[in-house]
């Protein structure tokens, strides 16, 4: 398996432009996370799905970010419009569910600048 | 607030030398998990281990669980230039969700 694969690895934008954020969890896994990684507040869980529904996006800053989750081989995170203050690396991760000994599979990560 | 900080913050060893960390959390848990990051790169499942366990192995990482201190330490022998990474223990709290805590950066010197 090629496990979780998100894309870009790296994006550089404006203030003010959309970025969408990519991701594609390991086949057969049922639940699906996105994570903000920043030196000053460390991992932020963002908002998670379990069956393609959002169960949980109370991580998520503010109106300007929106997550879906159309089938359950893809995810998407948008900022629109983005500020300097999102510069982060963005990680998404799944597992087989959302049960209490599940262990996490972790992407690669986007890099996001905003300039 | 972040569940499980991990001390120290940072540790310098020399390779072949056993390397400790230790994290902490407020809450009762179900189980504590531990991840590696290597620089750049996503988060690694290393090891979990359940409240009713206090002691677990595997390879060359020994992780042990104090309910009663709340606390849990991540030991790793004979250490090697690759196990340079940030290790993050996480806890799942009583709403479900995965809490990371700070790390701690572990360099391996040759």
């Known amino acids: 398996d090629a496990g979780v694969i998100q894309s870009p690895r790296h994006e550089v934008t404006e203030m003010g432009q959309e970025v969408t954020l990519r991701c594609k969890p390991i086949?057969?896994?049922?639940?699906l996370f996105w994570y903000r990684q920043t030196m000053m507040r460390g991992l932020e869980l963002l908002i998670y799905f379990n069956n393609n529904v959002p169960i949980d996006d109370s991580g998520m800053p503010e109106d300007r970010f929106s997550a879906k989750m159309p089938n359950a081989s893809f995810s998407t995170l948008k900022i629109q419009p983005s500020e300097p203050r999102d510069s982060a690396v963005y990680f998404c991760?799944?597992?087989?569910?959302?049960?209490?000994?599940?262990?996490?599979?972790f992407g690669s990560g986007t890099q996001l600048s905003v300039l | 607030s972040q569940q499980g900080e991990e001390d120290p913050q940072a540790l310098s060893i020399q390779e072949g030398e056993n390397a400790t960390m230790n994290c902490s959390y407020k809450?009762?848990?179900?189980?504590l998990q531990w991840y590696r990051q290597n620089s750049g790169r996503g988060l690694v499942h290393l090891i979990l281990i359940r409240s009713n366990e206090r002691e677990k192995h595997s390879g060359r990482l020994r992780v042990t669980l104090d309910t009663s201190k709340k606390s849990s330490s991540l030991l790793i022998t004979a250490s090697r230039a690759a196990d340079t990474a940030s290790y993050f223990c996480v806890k799942r709290d009583s709403w479900g969700k995965l809490q990371f805590g700070a790390g701690t950066q572990v360099v391996v010197t040759p």
């Open positions: 991760a799944s597992s087989l569910a959302a049960r209490v000994n599940e262990k996490l599979f």
């Open positions: 809450t009762s848990i179900n189980n």
């Open positions: 086949s057969g896994h049922n639940s």
